[in-house]
């Protein structure tokens, strides 16, 4: 059985984080990455993440990556696990892991049909821009044509 969770005030949750972040050594527990506490112009780039089940801090994250998280859990709890539970979300999340893993191993070698290469799609952004400036030209003749009837 684990021990109860230590309650903290939020006046102590700053010197909480620092500790926190020092003992990660200076890095996000997501990106592995630095994370820089004094940011100019914003609040912060770091955030203290939680448990939303149990709220046990789990680790100082880059904001970003910890909005990623929430991004992912909700993705994948509606979507896929069909449940919020972090032990839902996890199993599903391994699944989908070795889901990749599988399809990198074994590919089909069928392309989907409205899939386009990248050639493909600078032929067609190529169609358009000459459609476009023929639309554009177009009109322009058409406008000259009427200035010279008035």
């Known amino acids: 059985m684990r021990k109860p969770l230590l309650k903290i005030s939020r ?15 200076g890095l996000c527990l997501v990106c ?17 993440d939680h448990d939303h089940e149990t709220g046990e801090v789990r680790g100082i994250l880059h904001r970003s990556c910890n909005s990623a998280l929430g991004k992912i859990d909700n993705a994948a709890g509606r979507w896929g696990a069909k ?28 392309q ?4 386009k290469t990248s050639e493909e799609k600078a032929m ?7 459609k476009q400036y023929a639309a ?11 200035q010279v009837e008035k």
């Open 11 to 25: 006046s102590q949750l700053y010197a909480i984080t620092m500790q926190l972040l020092k003992k990660q050594g």
């Open 112 to 115: 989907y049909p409205s899939h």
């Open 32 to 48: 592995k990455k630095s994370i820089n506490v004094k940011v100019v112009g914003r609040a912060s780039d770091y955030c203290c």
């Open 124 to 130: 067609a952004a190529k169609l358009k821009r000459k």
């Open 83 to 110: 449940s919020m539970k972090y032990a839902d979300i996890l199993a599903y999340l391994h699944e989908v892991l070795d889901y990749y893993d599988h399809v990198a191993k074994n590919p089909t070698g069928i």
């Open 136 to 146: 554009k030209r177009a009109a322009e003749a058409v406008k000259k044509r009427k």
